[in-house]
């Protein structure tokens, strides 16, 4: 391509030559007047633009070329040694978390839901504990009424708010994976446990 180049502005440069002896002439160049050696000239200017262009091209694309390959054989040693194996085991790592870490969300959403009388409920993902936080006055008075009187319980039916964070907890292990803590919170120093159930076992019980 620059070969052509090179020769159609040789050609140019000879045609506008020829159209210079032409008009000073008063002659045809090779015969045929000045007119024809215009059109010539045009021809070899439009023929020098395109293989101009051309050749630009054809550069601009090594150079991209060039930067493509400078570019991975910068790629990091440990990424280039690693078999498609490693690569896809990793790529598998990430989707479990990324799924795990769904689980978890929607667990909290469902608990949420679930435990919207009773008061607030925060995920810790660093010891897998969901804990509830109790806010409602219908709920938190009469809780802490309970916690003066521990002995009093069973009178105000606490069994059945154990027995809803059993199923909560067995919820969870189903749902997300084993090894989940929920815990019922002191309304007065909520990072104090009051309840605590792992995998549908209470592990805590304040009142007990």
Not at 58 to 76: C, D, F, L, R, W
Not at 141 to 167: H, T
Request: glycine share 4%; aromatic share 8%; charged share 20%.
């Amino acid at each position: 391509m620059l070969y052509l180049f090179i020769s159609a502005a040789i050609a140019t440069i000879l045609s506008l030559f020829g159209v210079y002896n032409s008009i000073h002439n008063h002659s045809g160049w090779l015969g045929s007047g000045w007119i024809v050696s215009v059109i010539i000239a045009i021809l070899c200017i439009s023929a020098t633009v395109f293989t101009g262009r051309s050749v630009q091209n054809t550069v601009h694309q090594n150079q991209i070329a060039k930067e493509e390959a400078k570019k991975s054989s910068k790629m990091p040693e440990l990424t280039k040694n690693m078999t498609i194996d490693q690569l896809t085991s990793e790529d598998s790592d990430q989707q479990k978390a990324a799924k795990t870490d769904l689980k978890e969300q929607n667990a909290l959403k469902s608990l949420a839901r679930s435990f919207a009388t009773i008061g607030k409920v925060s995920f810790n993902s660093s010891d897998k504990t969901y804990s509830v936080v109790p806010t409602t006055k219908d709920f938190a008075g009469p809780l802490r009424q309970i916690v003066k009187n521990p002995e009093n319980a069973s009178k105000a039916n606490f069994d059945s708010i154990k027995e809803s964070f059993v199923n909560s907890s067995k919820s969870i292990q189903k749902s997300v994976d084993s090894g989940y803590t929920l815990q019922l919170m002191n309304p007065d120093q909520t990072s104090k446990s009051l309840l605590s159930v792992k995998d549908g076992e209470i592990i805590y019980n304040y009142f007990k």
